[in-house]
């Protein structure tokens, strides 16, 4: 029993498989589409008790999934703390929350089913592409982000230098200098800040030509790793075809 459920859940090569996943990939669409009627401020009564209804159904369907999933599991724990554990515990999390505990406050957690849209990657192999590329290259993105970060905070204490006597209500400090730092740095430019000297306004020049590679290098990283999970995922499907010969 085990075993079948498994391969219904776990192994999408199998007609099951597919139905399943085609059938919860459905109904997750559904749900966020039911999620954004209830925001509509002119519901019917008629309306809300539907989409009410729809969403128990909805959650009754992914919690049972999110148990099957533990139960066929290896390694439950595993499973449970990893990324799409999380994902699926995320989906469903919200609604038992609200009603256990009627509290106002806790309404913004329904916002969370938003991560429902998530649950997807796991049933479309583009997806899976993605996911397979971030863990990839997940090391060099930490590193990037830790330079952008330096980066942020070199400018602005630089610009905050520049532009504080000409400007002491937009430059006041180097914290009140960060968001000019941050939209530059990432090619936006607002144009609600912006450097009135000589110093600041070729400052700023220098910032731009070093935003324009942080807003690349990190594409030029997706690329190639999207290219490299490409190459894993076809090596692993001739691996699977083979062992079936």
């Known amino acids: 029993m085990k075993q079948k459920i498994w391969s219904i859940i776990e192994d999408n090569t199998t007609l099951e498989g597919r139905i399943f996943d085609y059938f919860i990939q459905v109904l997750i669409l559904l749900s966020l589409i039911a999620f954004s009627l209830e925001t509509l401020p002119n519901n019917s009564?008629?309306?809300?008790?539907?989409?009410?209804?729809?969403?128990?159904?909805?959650?009754?369907?992914?919690?049972?999934?999110?148990?099957?999933?533990?139960?066929?599991s290896k390694h439950p724990f595993k499973y449970i703390f990893s990324f799409y554990g999380i994902?699926?515990?995320?989906?469903?999390?919200?609604?038992?929350?609200q009603a256990a505990v009627d509290l106002r406050g806790l309404r913004a957690f329904r916002v969370f089913r938003i991560f429902r849209a998530l649950k997807l990657v796991r049933y479309n192999r583009a997806l899976q592409r993605i996911h397979l590329a971030v863990k990839?290259?997940?090391?060099?993105?930490?590193?990037f982000f830790i330079i952008t970060l330096i980066l942020i905070y070199l400018t602005s204490c630089g610009i905050y230098f520049f532009e504080n006597e000409a400007q002491p209500e937009l430059f006041s400090s180097i914290f009140h200098s960060l968001w000019w730092s941050i939209v530059t740095l990432t090619t936006v430019g607002y144009g609600d800040v912006y450097p009135i000297t000589a110093g600041g306004k070729i400052f700023t020049f220098v910032v731009l030509i070093i935003g324009v590679g942080i807003v690349t290098v990190p594409a030029g990283l997706a690329a190639s790793a999207l290219s490299k999970a490409r190459e894993i995922e076809q090596e692993n499907f001739d691996l699977k075809n083979q062992s079936k010969k």
């Not at 994902?87 to 929350?97: E, H, N, Q, S, T």
């Not at 990839?136 to 590193?143: A, F, G, P, S, T």
């Open 136 to 143: 990839i290259i997940k090391e060099e993105i930490v590193l």
């Open 45 to 72: 009564e008629r309306t809300i008790n539907f989409l009410n209804a729809f969403e128990v159904v909805c959650v009754i369907v992914f919690t049972i999934e999110y148990v099957l999933r533990i139960y066929v």
């Open 87 to 97: 994902i699926d515990l995320l989906a469903i999390f919200p609604f038992y929350l």
